[in-house]
């Protein structure tokens, strides 16, 4: 993927990149992740990072990328580790999970609670590969191949040009995205970054429904009892499941393009993404997710225990969508509540 420079989509222009929009990216994302979930995983963060890079001082941009425009980082967004003031920047230490792809990265980008004037505040810290080890930590059921595992800082120095604020990145007032002159970089993390989970989730979702339709046509079923040798396509029973399956995708397919599209036009007109906008989007991030598990979950159960085999691709699809559902940024009910909380007028808990 990155011979192909396939992570270079939202990379700036400045270091190599070709600054193509999120629409290019999730169709990439979901291209690949309808072969495989986990390479569809590992590339969405790899490319997705590139934008949020992008928007750290320009110092960091030109660390990151002068040497290497091929670099890439792993990253883990919750603030789990410790950050003590030191001149010029920070003392860090801590353990951060679930960082996909590390292996094969260049660049660790973590959170952290970074303590300044007013008190302790939520960022992002960058710190190179030679400076963090990897704790072997991931075996799992699903997204086996992603290998999100742990990053472990010891007592390292990071200084103050690495570090980004939460609070500029979800309103799109980031430093190198005020320095940037593409709207692309001026939109609020949150209200475009977790497509990078989506995306993945869009594709598998594709490519469960793509092997159903390939295994199941011309196949007859053995019937138990009764049912022998018939033609599978022929049961309305498996043409309802590939007709919801199609539904839900392209209902899914239809809320990511609007939220897109809406989103930058508004940064494109120099305002203010509002925050009923933000909120619409990450509703958007867990619905769309729920209506893609539930489309992988008609054809999986449509299909029968020939599906089961550990080398059937349907089974993996599964696997791998469920397990990409269960994110937290992807989590139907902390994000519905939250949204919920907002209609009510009452104050947001959760992140938007």
Not at 51 to 76: G, T
Not at 81 to 88: I, K, L
Not at 221 to 234: D, F, I, L
Not at 238 to 244: G, H, N, S
């Amino acid at each position: 993927m990155r011979e192909a420079e396939l992570f270079k989509i939202m990379q700036p222009r400045a270091f190599g990149g070709y600054e193509l929009g999120y629409d290019v990216f999730v169709e990439a994302v979901a291209t690949i992740a309808s072969g495989d979930g986990s390479t569809g995983w590992v590339y969405s963060l790899g490319a997705v990072h590139q934008w949020l890079i992008a928007c750290f001082p320009m110092e960091a941009q030109h660390e990151v990328w002068d040497d290497n425009p091929d670099a890439i980082a792993a990253a883990s967004y919750a603030p789990s580790g410790r950050a003590v003031p030191t001149p010029g920047g920070y003392r860090l230490s801590g353990r951060w999970s679930f960082a996909s792809g590390v292996d094969n990265v260049q660049w660790g980008m973590i959170g952290g609670m970074l303590p300044g004037e007013g008190g302790s505040k939520p960022g992002f810290l960058l710190v190179p590969r030679s400076e963090f080890t990897i704790d072997d930590d991931w075996f799992t059921m699903g997204l086996a191949g992603t290998g999100s595992k742990t990053i472990v800082v010891d007592d390292v120095f990071v200084p103050a040009y690495r570090t980004a604020l939460f609070s500029d990145l979800l309103t799109g007032q980031a430093p190198g995205s005020k320095a940037s002159p593409n709207p692309l970089y001026r939109q609020p993390m949150l209200a475009v970054v977790p497509q990078c989970l989506l995306a993945p989730v869009l594709g598998m979702a594709r490519g469960a429904l793509s092997t159903f339709v390939e295994q199941i046509s011309g196949r007859a079923t053995r019937g138990a009892v009764a049912g022998g040798n018939n033609k599978m396509t022929e049961f309305a029973t498996v043409q309802l499941r590939v007709a919801e399956a199609t539904a839900c995708i392209d209902a899914a397919q239809l809320m990511i393009a609007r939220d897109l599209t809406e989103t930058l036009d508004i940064v494109q007109r120099d305002q203010q993404v509002d925050v009923p906008t933000r909120m619409r989007n990450r509703l958007t991030h867990t619905f769309a997710t729920k209506l893609l598990v539930q489309a992988v979950d008609a054809v999986f159960t449509a299909a029968g225990g020939n599906a089961l085999g550990t080398k059937q691709p349907l089974q993996r699809f599964w696997r791998d969508i469920h397990a990409a559902g269960s994110h937290i940024s992807l989590n139907w009910d902390a994000v519905g509540s939250m949204y919920g909380q907002h209609m009510f007028g009452l104050e947001p808990r959760g992140q938007y």
